[in-house]
């Protein structure tokens, strides 16, 4: 019998204030643009994901807040490249996102990494082809490609295993 019960969920997947609470946070100084000001404050922000020791950083900004922001994204996408879970079947953030086959999302949107990681949580295990996991998950092989290319790591990920069973690579 199968069952509707979700997985654990993926940790780019949690909430924000869920995610933070997971993380170590700790400030710096770094240089770059805001001349003066920028040098006498720690504006830069590296948060470590605890559970798994993934870390991001970003020190674009002047303001920490705004760092602290673009790092929990960052953080979010290592997570969706680096941790796998166990999937039977698409969660209901992918069948809320699918809509008629297609899949949009705006790289910078938070579900943008929960999303990355269940393609790879599908993909990576069996090494289908995208044809057949499309199908099962309510798109198209081109869709989950093309979604792919906004994460080029993501390709290069699913890329390097299809070389590694001597499949072409997905352009």
Known sequence: MRSNVEPTEHPAAVSPEALLAQCSFRTTRRSGPGG???NKVETAVILTHEPTGVRAEANERRSQA?????ALQRLRVELALRIRIARENPSALWRRRVSEGKL??????????????????FWLPRHAEFGELAERLGTTASQLIKFLKLEPRALAMVNQARSADGKRPYQ
């Open 104 to 121: 949009k999302v705006n790289p910078s949107h938070q579900d943008f990494p929960a999303l990355l990681a269940e393609i790879l949580d």
């Open 66 to 70: 705004d760092n602290r922001e673009q």
């Open 36 to 38: 003066q000001h920028r």
